[in-house]
């Protein structure tokens, strides 16, 4: 499996743009994948530059509906002809972020949510060999406190958003496994143990953000709540993890307390091989 990051927060290079978004290029499988699209078509421009052609990708996935993932949808519907989007059906629920200036829409274009590439997943899906998607996690071990300014209206009313429209992404190749996920704002821990209970193993491999910290104020969670989440995901110790967009600089340094060579950081251009 070959990953490329196109869109994120930072960018190692000179000619690469970066955007607060994430996007996430990976052949596996002998497939071409795409997962995110960042918060505009900047992670177009950027895999252009890389030498990616994206309208040969065969399916995409969101993560969740908020506009730094789903940013670039439309650019991606306009540039590849044929590719299905997979996708939870609330993430076109009017979804907003709030802050002291008010509340802001941070949904998708709601006019592209009756395109008909678009595959509105249930709690586990199979899309091809190897893939698996899912949502049905059973365990709420930490909920990250940077939660607390996303909000979900419903019947007219404003309230924490139960985030039912983020989905993650294992991906099997040979004896290789990788767990996709966008914010975590379901709980990174949570997450990797259904992974695992799915599994029946952990994954060899996680690419997530951990949402440790709020993009709108720059606050980040608190030192007792990364540890925490440091030592839930040490409890795995064969996996490693490849963060970035909404952990944080000053979590990320906590977080390497307790997993030490098990965590990278990982920023626009940046090619793994998994």
Known sequence: MVLTVLSENRSNSPFL??????????????RRLLFDMGASGLFWENARKLGIDLSSVEMAFLSHGHDDHSGGLHTFLQGNAHAPVYLREGCFAPLFSRSGDGCRPIGPDPALASSPRLVFTGMQERPAEGLFLFSDLRHRAHWPSTNRNLLLEEGGSLGPDPFLHEQYLLVQEGGSTLLLSGCAHRGIENIVARCAEHLGRAPDAVVSGFHLTSPRSGQAAGEAE?????????????????????????????????????????????????
């Open 17 to 30: 743009g970066a955007e607060h978004g994430l996007s996430l290029y990976l052949e596996a499988g002998g």
């Open 226 to 274: 990364v540890q925490a989440v440091g030592r839930a995901l040490a409890a795995f110790p064969r996996t490693r993890y490849y963060t970035c967009h909404c952990t944080g600089e000053r979590p990320f340094a906590q977080l390497q307390g307790a997993l030490g060579g098990r965590l990278f950081p990982l920023h626009a251009g940046q090619r793994l091989t998994l």
